[in-house]
């Protein structure tokens, strides 16, 4: 147990002795720095059932602690708040506990408790971009931190690989392309692919606007323009089967997936298990007629096939149209019982897609309960705001969307151009600074995504994000090569380096922060896993950098006269870093040895 889990098993016991009450929970929050303390047991939520003055029950509580605990000397009261002074020694105790533990904060792999993680889920009529990259980081760093608290992880996407919209970049290369290939473009397989969905665009518009001099009205135009019409054609042909069709659909998806693999692998991410609509679109028919015989479903007068939601203070949703052909509702409920039979062991999956999906998720998830699947209670809907640039949305029919692989560059070459500034690079080789540059930039991308609630909307700055100073990556990553130089300059040797702390030695007050901060790595890899939120690993790694820059300005490590104080502070250190590259590694950030 940690000292909190402590102080509450004897909080409750205190309040049990003194009152005859049966205390149901305790609230603590950290001490404010103003006050003295280490841990705040709040009062006031305890007036619903233990009755009086608040700082009078904080001073029985209080007292009662500092006799009964040998970890707590001391107390204040300050209005409802009890602020605990905890000693020395437990904090001594503990970083000894912890300080060779390579895995600490990190549980062991449940067999049971499997999860199926999806995310990416591009369509393959362009390049990722920027908005994917969001998707992508989150997923997988989801997933990274389900794996660190115990669950068995199956990573997956379901690729968007049919429908109008591929064919639409199908026929502009058919008709535009004059045989044009990857190779012989030198352009990545998704990139050429997506150049010709925005020519697609470009003619239908021109089209557009052509019937409509014309005299036809605009949404006549829209639904007639003769590329709309060739586009929906071939889609035709393509779900005939049609072999010219086909072979194309082929040719051209085959140049795109080894283009999201480029940058997959640039991005840093990984997949255990591919999906395909044009394998699962079919998929959901057999379950909807069996919820037809079970009355989930309703049949309507023209054919079509519907679930009544309103009881649950949602609507009407179709899941099979009339003429028997699936909506998206149908294949994705088809798609997740199709997972649970590739993964049995799985007893949840988590849904990394853009918030505009909301609605449907909670139909989704809603239907699959109804139809008696006990794994729909562990469905999560990971959902997550737009990523905007500070010229405004992108657009991908109009090719103005910022693409991965662009924005991996640039990200690379501003990390290049702010490191050759600070001048700190002259004993590199050329591909030590090219790698280093590399996991600079990407760091700052990553982290300045994932520091944000996934909630939340962000405005991407890719200037602002790679900034050695403040709540950004390379801030972190600076620290972490600082702490490895500091190792380097110690040169302790193994022994040195295991040598327990004396359980008597009296902690500087910025020692004892950093283990206090230390203590909670594993409650906070928790608190993420349970709400899907990398940002909570990647604010705690900068508090946890914040306090130990401030434990390296006013603490000497190596320069220390006494011998045991000093391998402390390097052990400590060494700790800090171990700790910094695990919450990374958690949201798939490197960390150099050397800045």
């Given at each position: 147990?940690?000292?909190?889990?402590?102080?509450?098993?004897?909080?409750?016991?205190?309040?049990?002795?003194?009152?005859?009450?049966?205390?149901?929970?305790?609230?603590?929050?950290?001490?404010?720095?103003?006050?003295?303390?280490?841990?705040?047991?709040?009062?006031?939520?305890?007036?619903?059932?233990?009755?009086?003055?608040?700082?009078?029950?904080?001073?029985?509580?209080?007292?009662?602690?500092?006799?009964?605990?040998?970890?707590?000397?001391?107390?204040?009261?300050?209005?409802?708040?009890?602020?605990?002074?905890?000693?020395?020694?437990?904090?001594?105790?503990?970083?000894?506990?912890?300080?060779?533990?390579?895995?600490?904060?990190?549980?062991?792999?449940?067999?049971?408790?499997?999860?199926?993680?999806?995310?990416?889920?591009?369509?393959?009529?362009?390049?990722?971009?920027?908005?994917?990259?969001?998707?992508?980081?989150?997923?997988?760093?989801?997933?990274?931190?389900?794996?660190?608290?115990?669950?068995?992880?199956?990573?997956?996407?379901?690729?968007?690989?049919?429908?109008?919209?591929?064919?639409?970049?199908?026929?502009?290369?058919?008709?535009?392309?004059?045989?044009?290939?990857?190779?012989?473009?030198?352009?990545?397989?998704?990139?050429?692919?997506?150049?010709?969905?925005?020519?697609?665009?470009?003619?239908?518009?021109?089209?557009?606007?052509?019937?409509?001099?014309?005299?036809?009205?605009?949404?006549?135009?829209?639904?007639?323009?003769?590329?709309?019409?060739?586009?929906?054609?071939?889609?035709?042909?393509?779900?005939?089967?049609?072999?010219?069709?086909?072979?194309?659909?082929?040719?051209?998806?085959?140049?795109?997936?080894?283009?999201?693999?480029?940058?997959?692998?640039?991005?840093?991410?990984?997949?255990?298990?591919?999906?395909?609509?044009?394998?699962?679109y079919l998929l959901g028919k057999d379950v909807i007629a069996e919820g037809i015989e079970n009355g989930i479903f309703y049949i309507k007068e023209d054919g079509s096939v519907w679930i009544d939601l309103t009881d649950e203070g949602l609507d009407e949703k179709i899941v099979l149209r009339a003429d028997g052909t699936a909506v998206y509702m149908t294949q994705d409920i088809g798609t997740a019982i199709q997972r649970v039979k590739d993964f049995p062991d799985i007893g949840g999956m988590v849904y990394t897609v853009g918030n505009e999906q909301d609605y449907h998720f909670k139909v989704l998830f809603l239907i699959l309960k109804k139809l008696g699947y006990s794994w729909a209670e562990h469905l999560y809907h990971l959902s997550y705001g737009m990523v905007d640039?500070?010229?405004?949305?992108?657009?991908?029919?109009?090719?103005?969307?910022?693409?991965?692989?662009?924005?991996?560059?640039?990200?690379?070459?501003?990390?290049?151009?702010?490191?050759?500034?600070?001048?700190?690079?002259?004993?590199?080789?050329?591909?030590?600074?090219?790698?280093?540059?590399?996991?600079?930039?990407?760091?700052?991308?990553?982290?300045?995504?994932?520091?944000?609630?996934?909630?939340?909307?962000?405005?991407?700055?890719?200037?602002?994000?790679?900034?050695?100073?403040?709540?950004?990556?390379?801030?972190?990553?600076?620290?972490?090569?600082?702490?490895?130089?500091?190792?380097?300059?110690?040169?302790?040797?193994?022994?040195?380096?295991?040598?327990?702390?004396?359980?008597?030695?009296?902690?500087?007050?910025?020692?004892?922060?950093?283990?206090?901060?230390?203590?909670?790595?594993?409650?906070?890899?928790?608190?993420?896993?349970?709400?899907?939120?990398?940002?909570?690993?990647?604010?705690?790694?900068?508090?946890?950098?914040?306090?130990?820059?401030?434990?390296?300005?006013?603490?000497?490590?190596?320069?220390?006269?006494?011998?045991?104080?000093?391998?402390?502070?390097?052990?400590?250190?060494?700790?800090?870093?171990?700790?910094?590259?695990?919450?990374?590694?958690?949201?798939?950030?490197?960390?150099?040895?050397?800045?």
């Amino acid at each position: 147990m940690n000292i909190q889990e402590v102080i509450q098993t004897k909080v409750i016991e205190a309040v049990a002795s003194i009152y005859n009450i049966s205390l149901p929970t305790v609230e603590f929050q950290p001490t404010r720095k103003d006050f003295e303390g280490d841990i705040t047991l709040v009062v006031f939520p305890m007036l619903r059932y233990v009755k009086g003055n608040p700082e009078q029950i904080g001073i029985q509580i209080g007292s009662y602690l500092e006799r009964e605990l040998n970890e707590v000397q001391g107390f204040n009261v300050i209005k409802g708040f009890l602020n605990l002074v905890i000693s020395d020694s437990y904090y001594t105790k503990f970083f000894n506990s912890i300080k060779d533990d390579y895995s600490y904060g990190r549980k062991h792999e449940q067999e049971s408790n499997a999860v199926l993680v999806e995310y990416s889920s591009p369509n393959t009529n362009k390049p990722l971009h920027l908005g994917h990259i969001r998707n992508n980081l989150l997923g997988y760093s989801v997933a990274e931190i389900l794996k660190a608290n115990g669950n068995k992880v199956y990573k997956t996407q379901i690729i968007n690989d049919r429908g109008i919209h591929i064919c639409k970049s199908m026929l502009a290369w058919q008709m535009f392309g004059n045989g044009e290939t990857p190779q012989s473009t030198g352009l990545k397989g998704d990139k050429l692919t997506g150049l010709y969905y925005v020519k697609f665009d470009q003619v239908y518009k021109k089209e557009v606007q052509d019937l409509i001099a014309s005299g036809m009205d605009k949404i006549q135009a829209e639904r007639e323009a003769p590329m709309l019409l060739k586009a929906q054609k071939m889609l035709r042909k393509w779900e005939a089967g049609d072999s010219e069709v086909v072979s194309l659909w082929k040719k051209m998806n085959g140049w795109v997936y080894d283009g999201f693999d480029k940058t997959y692998a640039n991005l840093g991410v990984d997949f255990d298990k591919l999906y395909y609509e044009s394998e699962t679109y079919l998929l959901g028919k057999d379950v909807i007629a069996e919820g037809i015989e079970n009355g989930i479903f309703y049949i309507k007068e023209d054919g079509s096939v519907w679930i009544d939601l309103t009881d649950e203070g949602l609507d009407e949703k179709i899941v099979l149209r009339a003429d028997g052909t699936a909506v998206y509702m149908t294949q994705d409920i088809g798609t997740a019982i199709q997972r649970v039979k590739d993964f049995p062991d799985i007893g949840g999956m988590v849904y990394t897609v853009g918030n505009e999906q909301d609605y449907h998720f909670k139909v989704l998830f809603l239907i699959l309960k109804k139809l008696g699947y006990s794994w729909a209670e562990h469905l999560y809907h990971l959902s997550y705001g737009m990523v905007d640039l500070p010229e405004g949305k992108m657009k991908s029919r109009e090719g103005t969307v910022v693409d991965a692989d662009d924005l991996i560059d640039e990200m690379t070459n501003t990390a290049a151009k702010i490191s050759q500034e600070l001048g700190k690079l002259d004993d590199y080789s050329e591909e030590e600074k090219q790698k280093l540059y590399r996991i600079i930039g990407l760091g700052a991308l990553k982290y300045y995504i994932l520091k944000v609630d996934p909630k939340k909307r962000i405005l991407f700055n890719p200037e602002e994000s790679v900034d050695f100073q403040g709540n950004t990556g390379p801030f972190i990553q600076y620290t972490y090569a600082r702490i490895q130089s500091i190792l380097r300059k110690a040169n302790l040797s193994a022994n040195d380096l295991l040598n327990p702390l004396k359980k008597d030695l009296e902690l500087h007050a910025k020692e004892k922060e950093l283990i206090k901060l230390l203590e909670i790595y594993p409650e906070t890899v928790q608190l993420a896993a349970e709400n899907y939120s990398p940002a909570l690993i990647a604010n705690y790694s900068y508090d946890l950098v914040k306090e130990f820059n401030s434990f390296y300005q006013q603490v000497s490590i190596l320069g220390e006269s006494e011998e045991a104080i000093r391998i402390f502070r390097v052990q400590l250190a060494k700790k800090v870093g171990e700790v910094i590259k695990s919450a990374f590694q958690l949201l798939g950030i490197e960390v150099p040895v050397r800045m």
